[in-house]
């Protein structure tokens, strides 16, 4: 399985800028998306294939990488954007990371 | 509007089975391949399995392989998650999550149901 380490915990003041790491175990080309969790809700698409944004997904949003190394960037941050965030990559059987949560001081 | 709405959860003793089910509505079901997803209590998440467009392909996690079995009723627009031989380590919260046309992203997802294994 390809392993996916996310960075640990995050805790930024509102308008900051604020980027997530994610580290693949092996190339994933460009086969990797990320998705919000807020608390007791499901998750939601944010970004697809590295750096596309969804649909209705606030262009605060932003992401970036190819093969093993990948970011995503809030900026600036709201305080809505309190959550989990999560890395998946489709590159083979789909894997996530842990898990970054963000706070908002 | 997509929406994806999960059932079946509960109670279950270990050893004993459970099916879920996912009734989808504001899309074609049958053009797109469906997942179930599930987080064990204050932990990430983790793919289950996966069962393609038609359902003439299935793909699971090493840990559920002969014991949960994806299905489809493409007529009734509805995805199934059948579990047998439940573990405590089954206890999570599942969602049911729509894959994309292309690129293996889950571009939808049910607000889940939990599924406590438990004696």
């Known amino acids: 399985d390809t392993v996916l380490t996310q960075s640990p915990a995050l805790a930024v003041s509102p308008g900051e800028r604020v980027t997530i790491s994610c580290r693949a175990s092996e190339s994933v080309s460009t086969l990797m998306h990320w998705y919000q969790q807020k608390p007791g809700q499901q998750p939601t698409l944010l970004i697809y294939l590295a750096s596309n944004l969804e649909s209705g997904v606030p262009a605060r949003f932003s992401g970036s990488g190819s093969g093993t190394d990948f970011t995503l960037t809030i900026d600036p941050v709201e305080a809505d954007d309190t959550a989990t965030y999560y890395c998946q990559q489709s590159w083979n059987d789909p894997t996530f990371g842990a898990g970054t949560k963000l706070e908002l001081k | 509007e997509v929406q994806l709405v999960e059932s079946g959860g509960g109670l279950v003793q270990p050893g004993r089975s459970m099916k879920l089910s996912c009734a989808a509505s504001g899309f074609t079901f049958n053009n797109y391949d469906m997942a179930w997803v599930c987080q064990a209590p204050k932990k990430g998440l983790e793919w289950v399995a996966t069962?393609?467009?038609?359902?003439?392909?299935?793909y699971y996690r090493d840990s559920v392989k002969g014991r949960f079995t994806i299905s489809r009723d493409n007529a009734k627009s509805t995805l199934y998650l059948q579990m047998d031989s439940l573990r405590s380590e089954d206890t999570a919260t599942y969602y049911c999550?729509?894959?994309?046309?292309?690129?293996?992203?889950?571009?939808?997802w049910g607000q889940g149901v939990m599924v406590t294994v438990s004696s």
């Open positions: 999550a729509r894959h994309s046309g292309y690129g293996g992203y889950l571009d939808y």
């Open positions: 069962i393609s467009y038609d359902g003439s392909s299935t």
